[in-house]
């Protein structure tokens, strides 16, 4: 500080000896300032304290050096390991990464974006709550670079990066019925979430298919994607009659299989002889769980890395074209559905 107030770029030129130009040249154009006099002003700038005034930097370039993701859920592991993905692309770039949570919650979900867009975010990255929503179209008209995250759009009008979950269903109960199981529930929800609708269309495809009867494959809709639905879901699992029980369960994602289990060997159920449980996502907690649990993997960080990819190209080349990509993901066999 420097009476109480902040350094500013004529304090750094005054203590440099140097011009306003040269200042500035310094911080935005160092390859054209002379190494000793990039270092004058570089050692002014640490003795008085300066801080680069990036807001005003922004306002002038229309743009900052940040991108921005929006994820679904922030209790879910699969989402901060996407994250980690686009982070990884963002460093390469030298940009930084804001990282919000919409919380399944659609008008929090804009809120952010109207926030991001007061930050002039080079470009923004999203796992809808609807990705079909008009106000990701409004984006796209003020000219925000926008990539869909683990979904797609309808009208593929932007770039999307997601895995074919309708595949993923129907691999979890092919690998549950090649285990000799002929009664299977299908937990998750809600079923405004496309990954939910998808996987289980998935497996109901291949019990069909199958030829088995269709009342054999159980629905047991949740609330939310956590951990406690499962230990819920598990619990009505335990109450329909005995006959009717399924001996094998395919979760949504891997929160609910983590719950099920919790509840299933929290009451005595041996897995898998008693209930084989396939989750979905693969994150690290599934193969670490007390059973190691099967998992339809997905390329999480993968998905994260080609998603900034995609938006960063939109933001830099005038000649980007949109791009649906398009991931498939692959069973992980594990003690929760191998009876030993």
Known sequence: ML?????????????????????????????????????????AMADLGFVRNESARQLRAGTSR???YVMLDGTNPFFHDVAQGIELAAEDADLSLFICNSNSRREREEAHLD???????????????????????DL?????????????????????????DVHGGRIAIEHLVEQGHTRVAVIGGPESLGQVRERRQGAREVWEELGLPADDLVHLPTEAMT????????????GLPARRRPTAAFCANDLLALGLLQQGTGAGLRVPDDLAIVGFDDIEFAAAAAV????????RQELGRAAAQLVLDEATNPLHEHQQLFFTPELVARASTRRS
């Open 66 to 68: 940040t991108l921005a």
């Open 3 to 43: 009476n109480g107030r902040t350094p500013s770029v004529k304090d750094v030129a005054a203590a440099a000896g140097v011009s306003l130009g040269t200042v500035s040249n310094v911080m935005n154009r160092p390859e054209v300032v002379s190494a000793r006099t990039r270092e004058r002003v570089e050692r």
């Open 292 to 299: 190691p649990l099967t998992s339809v993997r997905q390329p």
């Open 227 to 238: 951990v406690a639905e499962g230990r819920s879901a598990g619990e009505r699992l335990a």
């Open 140 to 164: 796209a008209r003020r000219g925000v670079p926008l990539v869909i995250v683990d979904r797609r759009r309808v009208d593929e009008s932007c770039c999307s990066v997601a895995v074919d």
């Open 115 to 137: 926030r991001l867009l007061q930050q002039r975010v080079q470009g923004i990255l999203i796992t809808p709550v609807n990705p079909d929503a008009p106000h990701l179209d």
